[in-house]
C-alpha cells in the first residue's frame, strides 16, 4: 500500500521561509514524477512544482520560480519543498503527489496524495 506522509507547514510572516516535507512508502520515488501542489477554499488544487523523473527536469509554476525548490532524497524516498520569501498568496493546504507522469495528469489522475499541510502567511 502507498502511502504519503507530510510533515512541515505552519504560521509564517510574509518574506518567511518554510520547508515540507514528503516521505513515501509502498513506492520507490525513483521511477515516479513528484511533485506539490496546492490548494485554497473554492478552488482547483494547482500544480506548484514537479521533479519529472521521465523528462529529467524540474518545473515551477510562474508565481513561486525563484523563491520555492523542489527537491527529492531517492535513498530517503522523500521530496521537500522549500520556500522563501513567502507572501500571503502562497497560503493554501500543500500536498504532496507521485504519479508516472505529473506533467501530463490530471487531478483526477493522480491516485496517491499526502495528507495535506496548512502554510498560512500573515501580513
Known amino acids: 500500500q502507498v502511502q504519503l506522509v507530510q510533515s512541515g507547514g505552519g504560521l509564517v510572516h510574509t518574506g518567511g521561509s518554510l520547508t515540507l516535507s514528503c516521505v513515501a512508502s509502498?513506492?520507490?520515488?525513483?521511477?515516479?514524477?513528484v511533485g506539490w501542489y496546492r490548494q485554497i477554499p473554492g478552488k482547483q488544487r494547482e500544480l506548484v512544482a514537479v521533479?519529472?523523473?521521465?523528462?529529467?527536469?524540474?518545473i515551477y509554476i510562474d508565481s513561486v520560480k525563484g523563491r520555492f525548490t523542489i527537491d527529492r532524497d531517492i535513498d530517503r524516498n522523500s521530496v521537500y519543498l522549500q520556500m522563501h520569501s513567502l507572501k500571503p498568496e502562497d497560503t493554501a493546504v500543500y500536498y504532496c503527489?507521485?504519479?508516472?507522469?505529473?506533467?501530463?495528469?490530471?487531478?483526477?489522475?493522480?491516485?496517491?496524495w499526502g495528507q495535506g499541510t496548512q502554510v498560512i502567511v500573515s501580513t
Open positions: 509502498g513506492r520507490n520515488f525513483r521511477y515516479y514524477d
Open positions: 521533479i519529472s523523473a521521465r523528462q529529467n527536469k524540474t
Open positions: 503527489a507521485i504519479h508516472v507522469d505529473l506533467l501530463l495528469a490530471k487531478i483526477s489522475d493522480i491516485d496517491y
